[in-house]
C-alpha cells in the first residue's frame, strides 16, 4: 500500500497517526492460527520502506523481504515488546533471510 493508506490504518487500529513500514493483522489467536483458514494480512506502506532501504543501504527487495518476514512472525503470535521477545524474534528473522541469501538486517 502506501503511506496514506498504512497511516489510516494505523490510526485506526493501533491510535498511532503515522505511517509505519509493516502492519500485521493475524486472522486468529496464536493458539487457535494452526485451525485457521489463513493466518491473516501483511501491508507494507511502500514510501516508508523504500526511503529506509535507500537510508540503510540496502536493497529494496532485500527490505522488503525482511519485512515480510517480520509481519509473517507476527501473524503466527511473535512480537516484540519485551528485550526477550525482540531478541528472539529477531533471530527467527535473521535465521529465515540467511535461507534466502539476505545479510542480516540487524548487523550495523
Do not use: C
Not at 96 to 108: M, T
Amino acid at each position: 500500500s502506501d503511506d496514506a493508506r498504512v497511516r489510516e490504518v494505523n490510526r485506526a487500529w493501533r491510535k498511532m497517526d503515522k505511517p509505519t513500514n509493516v502492519l500485521s493483522f493475524p486472522a486468529a489467536e496464536a493458539d487457535k492460527i494452526s485451525s485457521s483458514p489463513f493466518l491473516g494480512d501483511v501491508i507494507l506502506a511502500f514510501e516508508t520502506v523504500e526511503r529506509e532501504a535507500v537510508d540503510e543501504g540496502k536493497p529494496f527487495a532485500d527490505h522488503v523481504a525482511h519485512l515480510m518476514v517480520h509481519g509473517f512472525l507476527h501473524l503466527i503470535g511473535y512480537d516484540h515488546e519485551t528485550d526477550q521477545e525482540a531478541e528472539r524474534m529477531e533471530a527467527l528473522e535473521t535465521r529465515a533471510l540467511a535461507e534466502l541469501g539476505i545479510a542480516d538486517p540487524y548487523r550495523v
